[in-house]
């Protein structure tokens, strides 16, 4: 069962023991692989961290350690893969209020399976949507 969705820095942070990951943030991702439950990923963070680590904003094994997350069933990360019904939930996210579509795919993930998103973009936060940072 899915209790939550992970923007990407939010997996990252996570994974790579990041202080900027908040303490609310890190409870609610601790909490949920002591229940056995899942923190969604959208594959756009897939595509977002290809992006970063060419760009050279990330390090190359990011993309390696998030994949290798992914793939371990007791990891509590597992893949949201981007579906047409996730798209559909996409209409439920406003462009005005979260106008960069990677955010608005990690968002709608979240209206569709109706779990908060654990993120730090202000932008996220500030929408009509339900997070946790």
Same mark, same amino acid.
């Given at each position: ?5 992970? =923007?990407? @820095?939010?997996?990252?942070? @996570? ?12 409870? #609610? %991702? ?10 969604? %990923?959208?594959? +756009? ?7 970063? &680590?060419?760009?050279?904003?990330? /390090? ?7 994949? $290798?997350?992914?793939? =371990?069933?007791? @990891?509590? #990360?597992?893949?949201? &893969?981007?579906?047409?019904? +996730? &798209? $559909?939930?996409?209409? $439920?996210? /406003?462009?005005?209020?979260? /106008?960069?579509? /990677? ?9 569709? #399976?109706?779990?908060? %998103? %654990?993120? *730090? =973009?202000? *932008? ?7 997070? &946790?940072?």
């Amino acid at each position: 069962m899915i209790a939550g969705v992970a =923007d990407t @820095h939010t997996a990252l942070w @996570h994974l790579f023991d990041d202080k900027r990951l908040s303490a609310a943030a890190e409870a #609610f %991702i601790n909490e949920a692989a002591t229940a056995r439950r899942k923190i969604a %990923i959208s594959t +756009i963070s897939l595509a977002e961290v290809v992006y970063l &680590v060419e760009k050279n904003r990330l /390090p190359a094994a990011a993309y390696d350690e998030l994949t $290798q997350a992914l793939a =371990d069933p007791e @990891h509590v #990360f597992t893949e949201a &893969v981007i579906s047409a019904a +996730i &798209v $559909q939930a996409m209409r $439920q996210v /406003p462009r005005a209020e979260v /106008p960069d579509m /990677p955010d608005r795919i990690v968002a709608a993930t979240g209206v569709y #399976f109706g779990v908060p %998103i %654990i993120s *730090r =973009d202000r *932008r996220i936060r500030a929408a009509s949507l339900t997070t &946790v940072w």
